[in-house]
């Protein structure tokens, strides 16, 4: 099969290959739309490449050479301000600077001044900067991003990159004539080029849609393991984690601490201040939560105004101790909102596990106990349960 052959089959692939993104488009969360939509023009683009390869004889040669070789540098152009796109970095124009220069290189390398070698260096120095770009972009990325497929996209970008570079070498030390054309069988490497373009645009192409599903997957595991006005861990959270610690703790000598937090006269700001305001006083409230807490310690909304910190291994005079200095902490940061200053308390009951505690529900319970009597005893104080 000659090189022609191969490109043509090798278009057809890619085509059918972004017909299934075009078709699953639809259904990609809106968020995401703008990172897909650019993933399949880059790999529209990289087809329409391949075809002109194909077909080049058809049209003069200085077409076909440009042509090709700005479908190329500007498909994965595209792939690299998908990938931007997809994690939010800031995108402008310079981003288009890359191809920019290559397709003027191919254009004075080939109209101008005709030298292969001088074109084959340009454009290979572009696609190495390009795909570099996007493995860069997906490496600094790990750490909100551990999918396997943002692994596996970087590897294969990684690949063909090699790949470019080592075409490059092999075609530079031939010492080709300036009409050389990839797409014929002038050399051995010219068949395998087509098949290594399918790598992006279709084992790419899959990566990505993996990419995109396994972020919507996070996505909904956030959504259900978080309180959506705070950002806080809900109660389901909450729950799951209480669990796992009071078996550790069980295991250890020390306890399991937790206290049951209730913003005092919530009623009465909804009321006289809306909803609005109150969503706010519950968002002051769950920032000052998280700042004086420990790292180790875990600050969720269980719901309504009803807060719950689980604490380390901590004594009950610790616990209180603790559950003290976060009730001061709250007290002494009134909250301020359009102009207005409104002071919010809160009253807290504290626990921690003992010998007749059979799970962390038990744990939980006895705070409760603790913060109905706290709010009995006047407000604003923290009461340890018994």
Known sequence: MDSRTIFSTVSLLILANSAVLAVIYRDV????QPAAMRWLAGTLLIAIGCTVFAFGTLVPALVSIMTANCAFLLGL????????????????????APAACGILGVLWYSAVHPVFEARLIIVSIVWVWLMMSSVRTLTQNAHRDAALSRKMLAFIFSVVTAFTVLRAI?????????????????????????????????????????????HIRRQWEFTASTDYLTGLPN???????????????SKRTDGLALAVLDIDAFKAINDTYGHEIGDKALIHVASRLQSGVGKSDLVSRSGGEEFVVLFGGLSELEAKAAAERIRRLVESDPFTVNTMTIPVTVSIGAAVNRSKDASFADVLRRADEALYIAKSNGKNRVELAV
């Open 29 to 32: 969360p809106k968020m995401l």
């Open 77 to 96: 152009t595209a792939y690299q301000w998908s990938l931007r796109t997809f994690y939010g970095a800031p995108v402008n124009a310079l981003i288009l």
């Open 170 to 214: 092999y075609y530079f030390q031939m010492q080709l004539p300036p009409d050389f054309n990839v797409a014929g069988n002038a050399s051995s490497l010219n068949p395998i080029t087509p098949l290594f373009m399918t790598v992006l645009p279709i084992i790419g192409t899959t990566t990505f849609v993996l990419m995109c599903t396994e």
């Open 235 to 249: 109660r389901r959270t909450l729950t799951e984690i209480g669990n796992e610690r009071f078996l550790e703790a």
